[in-house]
């Protein structure tokens, strides 16, 4: 078998070269400035009341973040502008989760006012950078031209590139802030049902069956309930009747019920010997304790007048 010299297997190596490509697939950010409210004048409000841009970070990983530490910046030459202070728990995001920051400048109101604001006339910047500052890890840029109360983000939560790598941002058709982006404006179940039966007349006779079932079962359950009931109470009833009735019973001798208690009552004092013998003797026992009260000096004494 004859071998191919090295240099003919380099001639065909670089004759193949151009018709090769190394695309490599372009991945989602693990953190993603999702959407971008630019132009704010009567949307959603801050937690003073005002009215500014703002920016959503969504959580595109399947476990939390902490975010505290890192930079959101809108001048490249500063990625440092607004450091995220650390220790607050609203900077854990959680996993498929999102978080807002308002642009309005005013750093001093809290962890999530950041110190720069966002200018509709002109292209916006918005970086967000690790906690060292040099490791960017999302960047977008909204462009001049901002109409009012109108965000640019993903359509989906997180989804910046689609599979050909291509850039998915876009004006919104909705203001979704710390929410999904992507919103149903119709149930396609309700509205093929709404299709099917126009009038309604199957939901009502549907409801209708609903209900009638729900009070059938009902009237058996209480049904059922009420007969033990009855059952339970009437052996009651008969135990308590028998027993009453074997108590007031006379003796088969003529001897009522009372008169064998009394006498036997009587024999249990015999046996125990606890009476007198007579009616006319009154019998005293001995007492076994030496000390006794009625013997007792003490209280015979007197105390003695205060001197």
């Known amino acids: 078998m004859n071998k191919l010299p090295a240099s003919s297997v ?20 693990r953190m993603v400035i999702n959407e971008v409210l630019v132009n704010n004048e009567e949307n959603y409000v801050d937690d003073y009341g005002q009215r500014s841009g703002w920016i959503e970070i969504f959580n595109n990983t399947a476990k939390t973040q902490d975010i505290g530490g890192y930079f959101l910046t809108n001048d490249k030459s500063n990625p440092r502008k607004y450091p995220i202070p650390r220790g607050d728990v609203l900077t854990r995001i959680a996993p498929h989760q999102h ?26 910047y918005i970086a967000l950078f690790d906690e060292s500052g040099t490791k960017l890890i999302d960047e977008i840029i909204i462009p001049k031209g901002q109409l009012a109360d109108v965000s640019w983000g993903y359509e989906m939560d997180g989804v910046k590139y689609d599979k050909d790598g291509t850039l998915q941002l876009t004006r919104l058709k909705k203001v979704t ?10 149930n396609e179940k309700v509205e093929r049902f709404k299709q099917q039966d126009k009038f309604g007349a199957s939901m009502t006779i549907t409801s209708m069956l ?8 009902l009237y058996i359950v209480f049904k059922i309930v009420g007969k ?18 074997t108590a007031g019973k006379p003796d088969p001798q003529g001897i009522p019920g009372e008169v064998l208690s009394a006498i036997f009552m009587a024999l249990h004092e015999e046996q125990n010997d606890v009476h007198d013998f007579e009616h ?15 013997s007792s000096k003490i209280y015979g004494l007197r105390e003695l007048p205060r001197r």
Do not use: M
């Not at 609903?210 to 079962?217: D, G, H």
């Open 10 to 29: 380099l001639f065909l190596f670089l004759l193949l070269l151009p018709f090769t490509s190394c695309s490599e697939r372009v991945e989602n950010p």
């Open 177 to 186: 802030p710390s929410t999904n982006n992507y919103t149903l404006d119709k």
């Open 210 to 217: 609903v209900v009638f079932c729900a009070l059938l079962v």
């Open 99 to 124: 978080v807002l920051f308002w642009a309005n400048n005013k750093p001093y109101q809290g962890t999530f006012h950041i110190s720069f604001e966002l200018d509709p006339e002109e292209d916006n």
């Open 228 to 245: 033990s009931s009855t059952r339970i109470s009437e052996k009651r009833r008969g135990k308590s009747t028998t027993v009453e009735t």
């Open 280 to 294: 006319t003797i009154l019998t005293i026992n001995k007492i076994n304790k030496n000390y006794s009260p009625w």
